[in-house]
């Protein structure tokens, strides 16, 4: 008989035979941060921290960066805030009790004290209006950029253009053609009108997914509605 322990675990000691031992699975996480589900309810993964940068860009709303952030958190990541409306993200990280070890607030165009690495990766949320995209001074390998649009207007082409992932809410119709053009998703411009108000299109390497966020009861009771406001 051979013993085995799980000194980090609650599982104690235990006593079985080599040949249980031997068959035993380690079974680890998949693709990195869960977006939600799709049509076929299969789970939805970005690999956000990775060995090079890695830029996003979200139309939608605080709450939903809210909710990619809180996911984030919920891997290990370091959360860095850039915003004009402090006051939002301060009562989301109190809800959650989130402390300034975990999530803190940075001043618009100043990088993190320390470097992202593949033990301690970073989520930078920068939700500070128009923008043409994520600080150059802000890329570094296992740490994603968050550029949180409320609106989208023509001066953000260039913004998806450089995203690694693009995730867009409900758009009206103008919004949808300027996603839809600068993506070169014109084939499905009209879909990006008539999302479900928790739904986003999840857009990689030109591809579009369509995707329930798919909040838990945890999620919602500290976030509230991600739905879009006024589309």
Do not use: Y
Request: aromatic share 6%.
């Amino acid at each position: 008989m051979k013993s085995v322990a799980f000194p980090d675990s609650r599982m104690g000691l235990h006593r079985t035979d080599a040949a249980s031992v031997g068959g035993l699975r380690l079974v680890a996480g998949g693709g990195g941060l869960v977006v939600g589900r799709n049509r076929q309810q299969e789970p939805v993964g970005l690999r956000l921290f990775r060995a090079e940068p890695t830029r996003l860009m979200l139309t939608g709303g605080v709450r939903s960066a809210q909710l990619i952030a809180f996911r984030a958190i919920a891997l290990g990541a370091r959360l860095f805030i850039q915003t004009g409306r402090e006051r939002e993200w301060d009562a989301f990280l109190r809800r959650c009790v989130i402390g300034r070890e975990i999530a803190s607030f940075l001043p618009p165009g100043v990088s993190p004290p320390a470097a992202a690495n593949p033990t301690e990766p970073q989520l930078v949320v920068v939700d500070t209006g128009p923008v043409t995209g994520p600080d150059p001074g802000l890329s570094m390998p296992w740490r994603a950029t968050l550029v949180v649009r409320d609106d989208l207007a023509g001066w953000d082409s260039t913004a998806l253009v450089r995203s690694d992932i693009v995730l867009l809410q409900r758009l009206t119709a103008a919004e949808a053609a300027t996603a839809a053009s600068a993506l070169g998703l014109v084939s499905v411009q009209s879909w990006f009108t008539q999302l479900h108000p928790e739904m986003v299109g999840l857009i990689t390497r030109g591809k579009v997914q369509w995707v329930m966020l798919s909040m838990t009861q945890t999620e919602r009771q500290l976030i509230g509605s991600v739905a879009r406001g006024g589309v």
